[in-house]
């Protein structure tokens, strides 16, 4: 079992930044992917980011593209999103997920952190 807190949300005005912490217990894996999803008030999730966790390869939804770095500790071991340039639509609840190299879906999932932009 793999238990994921994210931690690091907040309210901010537009184009301000936050950076978001998920740190990880319980069962790691050496591979995989971790990623981050959001899910606006009456919308479904939608998928933001992701990164191999041996590659350290990479994925961004085209809306975050340009302005938001997904990264990770290994040592800690921690998935960050530095999100820059924020805006109003990104707001929503954030979520940390983790796809073992067996699984072909996240498995584990945080319970979330608000994020909010006010313009």
């Known amino acids: 079992q793999v238990q994921l807190v994210e931690s690091g949300g907040g309210q901010v005005q537009a184009g301000a930044s936050l950076r978001l912490s998920c740190t990880t217990s319980?069962?790691?894996?050496?591979?995989?992917?971790m990623g981050w999803f959001r899910q606006a008030p009456g919308k479904e999730r939608e998928f933001v980011s992701s990164l191999n966790w041996s590659s350290g390869s990479t994925f961004y939804a085209e809306s975050v593209k340009g302005r938001f770095t997904i990264s990770r500790d290994n040592a800690k071991p921690t998935l960050y999103l530095q999100m820059n340039s924020l805006k109003p639509e990104d707001t929503a609840v954030y979520y940390c997920a983790a796809r073992p190299e067996y699984s072909a879906e996240y498995k584990f999932w945080g319970q979330g952190t608000q994020v909010t932009v006010s313009s």
């Open positions: 319980g069962r790691t894996f050496s591979s995989g992917r």
